[in-house]
């Protein structure tokens, strides 16, 4: 059974830095892509990045290029996003999740790839 367990969410004023933690379980981690999405209250889950089963090759939301980073560990399994210069609008629960296509080459920003989702972690960004 797959397991993504996000962490490192909370409150931020606005030019703040967090670093979110995707801990991953029941599947072998560095074959497949990962995700992360967001939602803000009241809105769809939206695309923020993903990264290759490899960590070569990643994608974002053009509104967090350049401020975010996706990155990943397979020995630790985890994957990681460092949010920087963070603004209100970025407020929303992070959810990261895993693609279950087995070495795919390029990772993808559409949510209907993505099978299995952690529970999610809160990022506030007061102004």
């Known amino acids: 059974q797959v397991q993504l367990v996000e962490s490192g969410g909370g409150w931020v004023q606005a030019g703040g830095s967090l670093r979110l933690s995707c801990a991953a379980s029941?599947?072998?981690?560095?074959?497949?892509?990962m995700g992360w999405f967001r939602q803000a209250p009241g809105k769809e889950r939206v695309f923020v990045a993903a990264?290759?089963?490899?960590?070569?090759?990643?994608i974002y939301e053009d509104s967090v290029k350049g401020r975010f980073t996706v990155s990943r560990d397979n020995d630790k399994n985890t994957v990681y996003l460092q949010m920087n210069s963070q603004k209100p609008e970025d407020t929303a629960v992070y959810y990261c999740?895993?693609?279950?296509?087995?070495?795919?080459?390029?990772?993808?920003?559409?949510?209907?790839?993505?099978?299995?989702w952690g529970q999610g972690t809160q990022v506030t960004v007061s102004s």
């Open positions: 999740a895993a693609d279950p296509r087995r070495w795919a080459v390029f990772p993808s920003n559409e949510l209907a790839t993505y099978n299995n």
């Open positions: 029941g599947l072998t981690f560095s074959g497949n892509n």
């Open positions: 990264i290759s089963w490899s960590g070569g090759r990643t």
